[in-house]
């Protein structure tokens, strides 16, 4: 009652995201690149994966990474306001009910143990939950993990970014073997952290990987 929830987007009182601020949200439609999910002419393959696509099966993204989706990120991921995983998770189960990507299990992109216990919580995990109860798919918090602590990535050109997630993740156990994983992080930038993680996977005997996040830089 003192503090109520306000619009990250209008600040309107009564939700963390109102349906007028929900509605200008530009979300991806086709056709798209059939790899990374960017808009392209045709649905072809767009130059940057004609050059070098991601070692990835394909990865969608919800919406782009500006206005009320870009505030409502950050708000989750700096400010602690954890109930805006409600209403972002409900905009990714309706993607993937449109779309319906591949996908026997859920996994979270994880943060390093360091970062984790800064934070408190995995904001990927946070909307990975949301997604599983919506879409009905076990989400495996525990199935990847960052051996390696990185430096962040918002200010590394493209090959930085590939660079300094090498290695940074490992899967510890055969469980995923076989199986079709979607992985879930916040928001899709080059792909590099998206490729590392399904690399680490692909060690251990996953047979697709497909990774669906909440937004996308333009």
Same mark, same amino acid.
């Given at each position: 009652?003192?503090?109520?929830?306000?619009?990250?987007?209008?600040?309107?009182?009564?939700?963390?995201?109102?349906?007028?601020?929900?509605?200008?949200?530009?979300?991806?439609?086709?056709?798209?690149? /059939?790899?990374?999910?960017?808009?392209?002419?045709?649905?072809?393959?767009?130059?940057?994966?004609?050059?070098?696509? #991601?070692?990835?099966?394909?990865?969608?993204?919800? +919406?782009?990474?500006?206005? /009320? &989706?870009?505030? +409502?990120?950050?708000?989750?991921?700096?400010?602690?306001?954890?109930?805006? $995983?409600?209403?972002?998770?409900?905009?990714?189960?309706?993607?993937?009910?449109?779309?319906? *990507?591949?996908?026997?299990?859920?996994?979270?992109?994880? *943060?390093?143990?360091?970062?984790?216990?800064?934070?408190?919580?995995?904001?990927?995990?946070?909307? $990975?939950?949301?997604?599983?109860?919506? @879409?009905?798919?076990?989400?495996?918090?525990?199935?990847?993990?960052?051996?390696?602590?990185?430096?962040?990535? @918002?200010?590394?050109?493209?090959?930085?970014?590939?660079?300094?997630?090498?290695?940074?993740?490992?899967? /510890?156990?055969?469980? #995923? +073997?076989?199986?079709? &994983?979607?992985?879930?992080?916040? @928001?899709?930038?080059?792909?590099?952290?998206?490729?590392?993680?399904?690399? $680490? *996977?692909?060690?251990?005997? &996953?047979?697709?990987?497909?990774?669906?996040?909440?937004?996308?830089?333009?």
């Amino acid at each position: 009652m003192l503090f109520p929830p306000r619009c990250v987007g209008c600040r309107q009182v009564g939700s963390w995201l109102c349906p007028e601020c929900r509605n200008t949200i530009e979300l991806l439609s086709p056709p798209l690149c /059939p790899r990374c999910g960017i808009p392209t002419p045709g649905g072809k393959l767009c130059p940057r994966c004609q050059r070098a696509a #991601l070692q990835i099966d394909g990865a969608r993204s919800v +919406a782009f990474f500006d206005g /009320p &989706v870009r505030e +409502a990120i950050h708000r989750l991921k700096y400010s602690n306001v954890r109930d805006l $995983a409600v209403p972002l998770g409900e905009m990714m189960v309706s993607y993937w009910q449109d779309v319906r *990507l591949p996908a026997e299990v859920i996994v979270p992109v994880p *943060l390093h143990t360091r970062r984790l216990r800064e934070r408190g919580y995995n904001q990927a995990a946070l909307l $990975a939950r949301e997604l599983g109860r919506g @879409v009905g798919l076990p989400v495996l918090e525990d199935a990847l993990v960052r051996v390696r602590e990185t430096s962040p990535q @918002v200010d590394l050109n493209a090959e930085e970014r590939k660079e300094n997630v090498r290695g940074a993740f490992h899967c /510890p156990a055969d469980q #995923l +073997a076989d199986k079709d &994983v979607l992985l879930i992080d916040d @928001v899709y930038t080059t792909g590099a952290t998206l490729e590392a993680c399904s690399l $680490a *996977l692909r060690q251990r005997g &996953v047979r697709t990987v497909w990774a669906l996040t909440l937004a996308r830089a333009r």
